[in-house]
């Protein structure tokens, strides 16, 4: 009796059978075995045996089994596995049959056929997870764990790589904490009395970090839901931690907010935290197309007056906006060749371009450039810095 083969299933060359019929057995995880099914009854873990080609067998535990229907790739296999075939590439090329007819058992076996009569068979030896490695055929897995590497989820990491996915699921587990924590707080707060007082009193003495993001999510998706006094700790909090976390939901609630107070005391917390995250963020929002996130971007810049953006604001003084115009919803006035005229409606969808004034980019523009005022000519500003530049690098050049 051969040894058995462990995957999910056993390879083995003899059997004791009851009720045998001609069945594809298919598999709970994925996949089918086609063959002469041999159901074992016993006490303990019950199996059946699936004959899939001469002398070869597979033992399948019942709890393995999804179901068994008649098979229609029995025949077509037992022809084409039919009689000793001894060439590498014929059992390769049937072992890529079996798995395309979601014959597993029989892929893996003809695989390792072709192996047996070819060693160095590579198109065989890589679907077996084999690599050429320093003269010889070694497992991939092998080769891994030898280069000091970890299995993790089906793939190989650095034990680096695996203690930060450690420490990142640590960190998640926190986070779903605190979500939860800070609802219940938060919902205590609202009610106030004395089981409010108590809550902000928790809520102030929280010191994890990993809390932010609980109190970020509370600031950014809360909508109008909270009053303006929760909202404004939430920015507090959150400016007291600092954190990546704490910096997104700042820079998100200083231009999203609908409450003006609440922006105002995101953009200030963004002042004393970090700055260049702010322009970083809101800078490239002067080339939207939504010429309200334009202005927008513009009003939370005037916190940030860095002269680095001015070019940028110059580009943003006066937006072009594409609107289409459905078809029918125009009117055409034309004149024939006779001096006739009309007026017509409908024909192809129209795309019309406005040119807009953005007010809050030019006043932050004049912020940084105080001694200059070409109002909404972007060609005279362009110019302008152009001529600046120009002195700035001829100042710069020595005498000979």
Known sequence: MM?????????????SA????????ELRGGGQVDGIVQRIEQERAPYAIVDVAPKVRVAIPEAQIARVAESEHLSEYRKLSAGSIDDAERQYELAIWCKKNQLLPQHKFHLQQA????????????????????????????????RGMISVAGKYRLPEEVALLDAQSEVNTDVKFWN?????????????????????????????????YAMAKELTESGGKQPQ?????????LTSFGNRPALEALVRTGIDDADSVVREKSLQSLQKLSPSTAIANYAPMLKSNDNGLVRRAAIALTYFPEPEIALSLVDAIVTQHKREIPPGQGMNVGFGGDGSGGMSTGGKAQVVVTAVNNPPVLALLRQLEPDADFGYDQSRWRQYFADRLSSYEGGMRRDP
């Not at 009851?18 to 057995?25: E, G, M």
């Not at 009395?193 to 990993?210: S, Y």
């Not at 006094?229 to 909090?237: G, M, Q």
């Open 3 to 15: 040894a058995l083969i462990r995957l999910t299933i056993a390879f083995i060359f003899a059997s």
């Open 18 to 25: 009851l009720n045998s019929q001609a069945d594809v057995v």
């Open 115 to 146: 192996v047996a009569i070819d060693p160095d068979h590579s198109k065989a030896r890589a679907a077996l997870e084999y690599v050429f490695h320093e003269g010889k055929w070694i497992r991939h897995s092998q080769l891994q764990k030898e």
């Open 180 to 212: 939860r924590e800070i609802a219940r707080l938060r919902t205590a707060w609202m009610r106030g009395g004395e089981k409010g007082a108590e809550a902000t009193a928790k809520l102030v003495a929280i010191d994890d970090p990993t809390a932010a």
């Open 229 to 237: 006094s929760l909202r404004i700790f939430w920015v507090e909090r």
